[in-house]
């Protein structure tokens, strides 16, 4: 179809102002005041509405037009014209208009204001409102930034798989993936399940991380990421948990935990600046109508240098809060993993940025973790972020083999199923580092959002499969 | 680790002549001629190996390092000499070397080539070979490509679902996502599997599509796409099919058919163009090794218009090909899915370049392709590649409620499970297509190989889950 996009239109509005267009979109409002009309129309290229003026004695079908319903979609020829005494820059004045497809009266999005609970049981509608289209923009753009970012860089994209055998943090809660009859699956002799019989023969699972994987290439790439999905089948219905989510895992070669957080602040830095760059439009709906704080939240970390401070030293200013008064739903002691109220009140009250925690206790922290000098903290290093809390996980990992094997042996892990996993360190092993950053957490930190179930296209959650 | 890349001294090395500079990476050789010797050394950074010469007089630690093995990390200090007489065209003088991580002498990488299927056995390590360092770039490399295409383009960039509870072709083979107890499943009071009980409600299973959903997007945004790993569970041990594969998915908004195919020979153009451009090191030793036609035919492909024929004219031409003597496997007739060699004659021997064919029979096809006007015939688009065969597959949509619907009822397909897809027919519904690229077929494509467990990271097919 020979058409221009309405964001040409508004980005060469000044040169195209006196020409004749056509445009396709769907109808976001119809005002009719009997002799003329103007309609709102959208076809999803940018944020901004187009406003189309239709008057009865040059348009043929001016009742057909007047009597669509919202959603419809029509195809409009017409002049440009500038106004710039008006609050939109320039409008069509229709010379003919084309239905391309109706809409119903009871179509779902009307212009009184729906709750987020309902759009999410209308996800194939949703993307038509201003908060989606917002979100889904934003979540668009930023993801194409953390590609940029780390591909300006040298860094090769691998995609590590989804089926996995093993269990990368060793934390169970992962999905089984099968092609055995449910309802009467093969047994052995002695009546478990045999998975000998199952697609890959053996037991498997949907993955919980790619780093893993990612190791055995930044082994030979030096610098690597990935960038899709992971999954926990956990049972927690909360505003920022789903079953699938997006992973962006960087493994960097010959880098410690210094150059791991160096790398992550200005990931995080880039990928806000390109939003702020990009998505004015979207940015300001949002500050204005989901989330007053943040664009200044967005600016001032742009411009913060990220705060670092040990575990030790985090426990020693939260315990001197809690003697200053502060209450914390759960006890501050060495030792214990800090919660989301602890992060925040690091990140917010004390601080006031973006702030790097290191040196984790061994304890709460994962096998690969490099072990530091003391003993009883690894290289571990989480990025809080004020509004969110945690938002970036990563750590040095361990490349010495003794150290690894001990520690491998220590949890009762099983030791054969590690072996890729050591040879790593048996050849050639370097001291490598890299962080795993929950997209859509950024993308909520992005646009205030804050219910994890708007930020991905169709969510999956306990019980929610829909679409 | 301060120190500098080698794909930056390739790329500065005039300037950095007679400077001293800091490397780190894996040894690929060691020739050690008694009082000097070489050390060929990578660090993933780019396709070339750095040339490192050693001299006992100078080098404190000589015999320690001509006695390491093949694999081990390095960290090399000397200075930047230019060889202009030389095959490289610079190397560097050490003046001291580290070893970081020791090798054994039974690395697996050793100087004999290695076949295929050994190296599938370590994939943890293949990534190390200059097969794999060239795959896996030329890999992440295409995967921008991709981005940067449809971004440029005003294309929003969507993540379908993994895990979904309909089957988007109708074609059954879906993986089984469950958090059930397999070995003691809840049945309901008939002895069926009680799904109500599992994670989601209700059946799960992992996608072989993201187009349905992509829809939904495209209805808002006009232009979407999807990059992600989608799912077949086929039983089919070649060297074409993987269970887990990444797919690309656009979907256009106010498109047709021949807007579809633009679209589609643009993308592959841009993507080889691109990968021409960025890696010609890696496809020069594809081109040497492992496929001696493959730079003529990306050249060739990426300067041909593609040829264009309805699939009832190609299968004119196939009939008369058969009359004339040529032999096919299957049998030629108005009907048949076309075969892999019905595919390679039309591209290869009749047009000999790539091949869009269009207007297949409705009755192999999916349902949700628009019919056209002869009433048995759809709107349906494969595209054909030299080699290969299908690459991409296409069509323009359905967007008659009336007649998707009575195409849905002729199926036999559940009418609910279409509901939300129906709805954006009863909403504004515009004329639109997509496509879907098979993205490792691509990497296959673009590098020669042949088959596609050597350009997935870590394949995953029957049988196979490893690493």
């Known amino acids: 179809m020979e058409r221009t996009h309405i964001a040409q239109l508004f980005a060469n509005s000044q040169e195209l102002g006196g020409q ?54 029509l195809k409009v020829t017409g002049t440009l014209k500038l106004t710039p005494e008006a609050k939109q820059p320039f409008e069509i004045a229709a010379e003919s208009i084309e239905v391309l497809g109706k809409s119903t009266p009871d179509y779902p999005l009307q212009k009184k204001r729906a709750t987020p609970e309902f759009l999410r049981t209308i996800q194939h509608i949703r993307p038509r409102t201003n908060l989606f289209r917002a979100v889904f923009r934003i979540r668009s753009v930023a993801a194409m930034a953390i590609h940029e970012f780390f591909q300006s860089r040298g860094f090769v994209y691998v995609n590590t798989p989804i089926i996995t055998t093993s269990d990368a943090e ?11 009859d449910m309802a009467n699956p093969p047994l052995t002799e002695d009546g478990a399940i045999d998975w000998s019989k199952d697609f890959f023969g053996k037991p498997a699972s949907l993955t919980v991380s790619g780093q893993l994987n990612a190791e055995n290439f930044a082994m030979a790439f030096g610098d690597v990421y990935t960038f899709g999905p992971t999954f926990r089948a956990e049972d927690s219905n909360t505003k920022r948990h789903a079953a699938e989510f997006w992973m962006i895992e960087p493994e960097m070669a ?27 439009d979207e940015l300001n709906m949002l500050n204005r109508f989901v989330d007053k704080g943040l664009l200044e939240r967005l600016h001032h970390v742009a411009s913060s240098d990220f705060a670092r401070v040990t575990y030790t030293d985090a426990i020693k200013i939260l315990e001197k809060a809690v003697e200053d008064g ?18 925040r009140y690091l990140t917010e009250q004390h601080f006031g940025r973006p702030t790097f925690v290191t040196d984790y206790p061994a304890g709460i922290k994962a096998f690969y973790m490099r072990m530091n000098e003391d003993g009883k903290t690894v290289a571990a ?47 050639g092993t ?21 219910n994890i179930r708007d930020v991905l296209p169709h969510p999956r959650t306990v019980g929610h499969a829909e679409f």
């Not at 060793?170 to 055995?180: K, P, S, Y």
């Not at 010959?254 to 004015?280: G, H, Q, R, S």
């Not at 502060?326 to 992060?343: A, C, N, R, S």
Request: charge should be negative; aromatic fraction near 10%.
């Open 254 to 280: 010959f880098a410690d935990l210094e150059d791991d957080m160096e790398m992550a602040e200005a990931m995080l830095k880039y990928v806000i600046n390109t939003v702020l760059e990009k998505c004015p």
């Open 381 to 427: 290093v989480d990025c809080l972020v004020p509004g969110i809390g945690e938002i970036i996980g990563g750590s040095q990992r361990e490349e010495r083999l003794d150290v690894l094997e001990e520690r491998i042996d220590q949890l009762g892990m099983d030791k054969d199923q590690y072996r890729y996993y050591c040879d790593l360190r048996r050849y």
């Open 430 to 450: 370097v001291e490598h580092a890299g962080f795993g950053l929950g997209f859509e957490r950024l993308v909520m930190y992005l646009t205030g959002v804050d």
């Open 20 to 73: 004749t267009v056509t445009v396709a979109g769907w109808v976001r409002s119809i005002r009719n005041m009997k002799n003329f009309g103007f309609v709102i129309l959208n076809d999803g290229s940018c944020f901004n509405d187009l406003q189309v003026v239709m008057n009865r004695e040059t348009l043929a079908n001016y009742d057909e037009i007047a009597s669509q319903n919202t959603g419809a979609s």
């Open 170 to 180: 060793g934390a169970g809660e992962m999905f089984r993936v099968t092609t055995l």
């Open 326 to 343: 502060h209450k914390f739903e759960y006890p501050v002691k060495w030792g214990i993993d800090l919660q989301t109220e602890h992060e």
